[in-house]
């Protein structure tokens, strides 16, 4: 069983059902992937999603990535990739993937460059952050890039969203 917490830290985000988005952003990044089956595991798998201002995100940009600026969105995994594999005998009842945070300023404005409703670019990068709990990286090579981009498009499609690196 799949379950998303969601936290809507920042009045920025407005009114829209973000628990609701946030989950299925959730639930497509993670199927579009070999672990798919997690989803409907016998125990509980869940990912935490902070919606909050530039202002946390840049902190926990420079505390963890030593980069002194905000960001749209960071990612904490939980699991290595080799725990992965250890999953399939878990008796703990529950698996935290890890938190995926986004910066609303910043979303804001990335979403209105590309003309997306706020709403659709945030879904975009949870599936971004969720892939990246998931292990995926696309800072470690252009091959990787390559298929990290793949996993995002098709699973963007699945929600009804643009291509996310379409021009």
Not at 23 to 28: C, G, I, L, P
Not at 85 to 105: K, R, S, Y
Request: proline letters at 4%; one cysteine or more; a negative charge.
């Amino acid at each position: 069983m799949l379950l998303t917490e969601t936290e809507v830290a920042s009045a920025l985000w407005g009114e829209a059902d973000w628990s609701a988005l946030a989950s299925a952003a959730v639930a497509a990044g993670l199927d579009v992937t070999p672990r798919g089956g997690l989803a409907t595991a016998d125990f509980c798998v869940e990912a935490s999603v902070r919606l909050t201002d530039d202002a946390e995100v840049h902190t926990l940009n420079r505390q963890f990535r030593q980069k002194d600026k905000p960001t749209n969105v960071l990612s904490f995994p939980m699991i290595d990739g080799d725990g992965f594999e250890a999953l399939a005998n878990t008796d703990d009842g529950e698996v935290l993937l890890g938190d995926i945070v986004l910066a609303a300023e910043t979303c804001a404005r990335e979403a209105a460059e590309k003309g997306w409703p706020v709403e659709h670019y945030a879904q975009a990068l949870i599936v971004h952050g969720t892939l990246h709990l998931l292990g995926y990286d696309h800072e470690t090579g252009e091959s990787e890039a390559d298929a990290m981009e793949a996993l995002e498009r098709e699973a963007c499609a699945r929600l009804g969203l643009p291509d996310p690196y379409a021009d």
